[in-house]
Every structure is written in C-alpha cells, then in structure tokens.
T-cell receptor, first 115, second 114 residues
C-alpha cells in the first residue's frame, strides 16, 4: 500500500451506534488530519495531530473522538451521531511538524451516512 | 482570519478549450496558496502550490496558476482541457510558518463537453 488509505470507504450507521474510522499513511509523515466534507460547504478541519499529539481541535462535538496511537495511524471514533453528521470524512498527512509547512496528502475518504 | 472565495460554483467547457478557475483570498500578508483537484469518490490531489518567488507556478497535468498580489487572486489555468479534467477543484490558503491550518474554498465543479 502507498499513500494514505482509509477504511471503511462507506459506512451507514444509526444514531445509537458506535463505529470507528481508520486512516493509515505510508509516507513517513509526522502530522495527520481529519477533515469533514459536506455537500456545498468548504472542507472543515476537525483535528490535527503532530508527532502523535493533538495540536488542533476546531470546536468539534464530543461525539467525535480522535485517536492517534502512532505517527502512521489515525482513528475517528463515532458515538451517538446525528443525521447532519453525514458527510465525507477525509484523512490527510504531511511531513512537517509544528512550525513548518508542507503539502497535505489526502486519503480517498469515508462516506458516512447517519440514519 | 483568512478566507477563500471561489466565485464559480460550476463551469462547463468543451474539450480542447482553455480553462480559467478563479480564486480570491483574504489574508493580511502573502499566504501559501494551493490548488487541489478531487475526482468523484476520491480524496484531494495537489495540483500546484505557491510559497514565494516566481508568481507563475507550474503544476501537474498541464495546469498553471498565477499569484497576483494586487488582486489577491490565484487563478488556475489550463490551455487545453481534456475530458479527464472533469472534477471538482479547490483553492486553499495556508498561513506561512504554520503546519496546520488550510482554509479551503467551496470548490468549482468542472464539466467537460465532448
């Protein structure tokens, strides 16, 4: 595998379910990101991890819980979601840590539908 | 706070025609500027980026973009569009010195007619 992979690609869940999204990067990067992409809206940055520590949390509801066990893996744990949380969730990674800037490489996304 | 405007939600061009996608940004200094492309069911792929230097930037797939400070613009161009260019295009702004925040525009959907 190369680049940034995400599983599952599609997920349908009820509002009472608990599920997790997984992201894995094979690029040797130090920073990882979760974005939410809703129809007709700009991409929204949700979380940023740099060297496995969360450095940004853009006022995301607590029903979304990120986890970064190492620099290659990033999870987004989902619990009691709402229908308006239905969206494409994109993971990205970049080489630099805090204080540097490098382009972000994106995974294909997980299409989430909350019923 | 920085912001990005892509005024065209949807553009349709014929194959072989030239293309220009508009992007305007709001930022106090010169930001880092990016263009990404997203094909259906896929993530975003970087087309090109501007950090400093020459204001005309060459990217992949025959795309180029020009940074115009006086107009706060970073428009994307291609002289001859191919059917495979049909996708959604996003302009993004990054704050120099920051590893984190990219602000994206709402995107422009490109349709290519045969």
């Amino acid at each position: 595998e190369t680049g940034v992979t995400q599983t599952p690609r599609h997920l349908v869940m009820g509002m009472t379910n608990k599920k997790s999204l997984k992201c894995e990067q094979h690029l040797g990067h130090n920073a990882m990101y979760w974005y939410k992409q809703s129809a007709k809206k700009p991409l929204e940055l949700m979380f940023v991890y740099s060297l496995e520590e969360r450095v940004e949390n853009n006022s995301v509801p607590s029903r979304f819980s990120p986890e970064c066990p190492n620099s290659s893996h990033l999870f987004l744990h989902l619990h009691t979601l709402q229908p308006e949380d239905s969206a494409l969730y994109l993971c990205a990674s970049s080489r630099g840590g805090a204080g540097s800037y490098n382009e972000q490489f994106f995974g294909p996304g997980t299409r989430l539908t909350v019923l | 706070a920085q912001s990005v405007t892509q005024p065209d939600i949807h553009i349709t061009v014929s194959e072989g025609a030239s293309l220009e996608l508009r992007c305007n940004y709001s930022y106090g200094a010169t930001p880092y500027l990016f263009w990404y492309v997203q094909s259906p069911g896929q993530g975003l792929q970087l087309l090109l980026k501007y950090f400093s230097g020459d204001t005309l930037v060459q990217g992949i797939k025959g795309f180029e973009a020009e940074f115009k400070r006086s107009q706060s613009s970073f428009n994307l161009r291609k002289p001859s569009v191919h059917w495979s260019d049909a996708a959604e295009y996003f302009c993004a702004v990054g704050e120099p010195g920051s590893a984190r925040q990219l602000t994206f525009g709402s995107g422009t959907q490109l349709t290519v007619l045969p």
